[in-house]
């Protein structure tokens, strides 16, 4: 019976991405990370931990390269990229909160997910137009995803369906403007 060698994880990412992807990956979501941080005025109250960050990194491209063997493809969408960062964000928490932070930072890891999703839609865009009178529902629709960030499943697959719903209601949208 012949052994199988079990691959490192450096190898298993090696196989499927450049070093200069993986610090391109690695350099967008931390770029994200820093202007969600100065947005939202999170100094003296949360910390965005390095360690616990290159973890969850090392978590997106694992993923994304089984994804990648699956499918037999070479590129990933970046509705899917977001969607398993997201996921893997809500789940290691690389924002961290200092002591007597308060308790409208308990939930800052999944404000920060919704915040990946929101942009990777176009939501997050300052020169989206909301259709007037319709201010409200949005708030109560962004307000539903939140509540799920915080107490559902957010596994990829729910996040990524979320995000082509999105995009199709958009379409949708689109097409009864034309």
């Known amino acids: 019976m012949e052994e199988q060698k079990n691959k490192t994880i450096k190898e298993e990412l090696n196989e499927s991405f450049t070093n200069e992807y993986i610090y391109n990956a690695g350099l967008l979501i931390h770029s994200q990370a820093e202007k969600f941080y100065e947005e939202y005025k999170l100094e003296g109250k949360v910390y965005f931990n390095d360690d616990i960050f290159a973890g969850c990194l090392v978590d997106i491209l694992i993923d994304i390269a089984r994804l990648k063997y699956f499918h037999d493809i070479d590129l990933v969408n970046y509705i899917k990229l977001i969607s398993y960062t997201a996921s893997w964000i809500i789940k290691r928490k690389p924002f961290q ?25 176009g939501l997050l865009d300052s020169n989206i137009m909301i259709i007037e ?3 409200n529902e949005l708030k109560k629709n962004i ?18 369906l979320l995000l082509v719903g999105i995009e199709n209601g ?7 403007l034309t």
């Open 97 to 121: 909160l200092f002591e007597n932070a308060g308790e409208e930072y308990i939930y800052i890891n999944e404000k920060f997910a919704l915040s990946l999703l929101l942009q990777a839609v």
């Open 133 to 135: 009178g319709n201010e």
């Open 143 to 160: 307000s539903a995803i939140y509540y799920h960030l915080k107490y559902r499943n957010t596994n990829p697959q729910t996040l990524e």
């Open 170 to 176: 958009k379409l949708c949208h689109d097409e009864v």
